[in-house]
Antibody, heavy 119, light 107 residues
Framework: EVQLLESGGGLVQPGGSLRLSCAAS????????MAWVRQAPGKELEWVSS????????FYADSVKGRFSISRDDSKSTLFLQMNNLRAEDTAVYYC????????????WGQGTLVTVSS | DIQMTQSPSTLSASVGDRVTITCRAS??????LAWYQQKPGKPPKLLIS???TLENGVPSRFSGSGSGAEFTLTITSLQPDDFASYYC?????????FGQGTKVEIK
């Protein structure tokens, strides 16, 4: 059974940084493209970033490009999202997700971790 | 970026009703469309991929159709467990974009 467990969320001031982690199990993590998707309170889903399997190819939404960095440690089956220069509009639940093979939709999701950016 | 527009934003229906949700893309996306169900406080759940392929374990009362720029999600006989929000997502381009969602509520 696929399990994704996010951690690292919390309250941070505008301009601050936070690092999210996603511990994955139940599948061969290294074989899959992994992603972060966020959802602001009461709002729609927004794809944030993805990192391909077996390589360093990374992709970002324009809204986070240059501020967020996605990475993975396949030896520990863990996905990361380093978030810098945070803004109030980054406040959201951040979900870790697994992309389907050869297609960029999300077939498995974690429970999410809440990031609140406020002074 | 490809924009996705869902309608309606909210839908009031009763158990047993047939429900249809529409998703329109700002340009053709072939059949590169997925549908998700989300309940309050929970992550989304994948229902349908490639516009009409039902995921394992999803009840057959759910169906998807469409191609190009217009798509529909149909629930043939609404059940109590189906009251939730539904999102479409295009994956034609690297920038995966979602619709704004449709909330199906009890009439």
């Amino acid at each position: 059974e696929v399990q994704l467990l996010e951690s690292g969320g919390g309250l941070v001031q505008p301009g601050g940084s936070l690092r999210l982690s996603c511990a994955a199990s139940g599948f061969t993590v290294a074989s899959y493209t992994m992603a972060w998707v966020r959802q602001a309170p009461g709002k729609e889903l927004e794809w944030v970033s993805s990192i391909r399997a077996f390589g360093d190819n990374t992709f970002y939404a324009d809204s986070v490009k240059g501020r967020f960095s996605i990475s993975r440690d396949d030896s520990k089956s863990t996905l990361f999202l380093q978030m810098n220069n945070l803004r109030a509009e980054d406040t959201a639940v951040y979900y870790c997700a697994v992309e389907a093979p050869n297609a960029v939709y999300f077939h498995s999701w974690g429970q999410g971790t809440l990031v609140t950016v406020s002074s | 970026d490809i924009q996705m527009t869902q309608s309606p934003s909210t839908l009031s229906a009763s158990v047993g009703d047939r429900v249809t949700i529409t998703c329109r893309a700002s340009q053709s996306i072939s059949t590169w469309l997925a549908w998700y169900q989300q309940k309050p406080g929970k992550p989304p759940k994948l229902l349908i991929s490639k516009a009409s392929t039902l995921e394992n374990g999803v009840p057959s009362r759910f169906s998807g159709s469409g191609s190009g720029a217009e798509f529909t999600l149909t629930i043939t006989s609404l059940q109590p467990d189906d009251f939730a929000s539904y999102y479409c997502q295009q994956y034609n381009s690297y920038s995966r974009t979602f619709g704004q969602g449709t909330k199906v509520e009890i009439k």
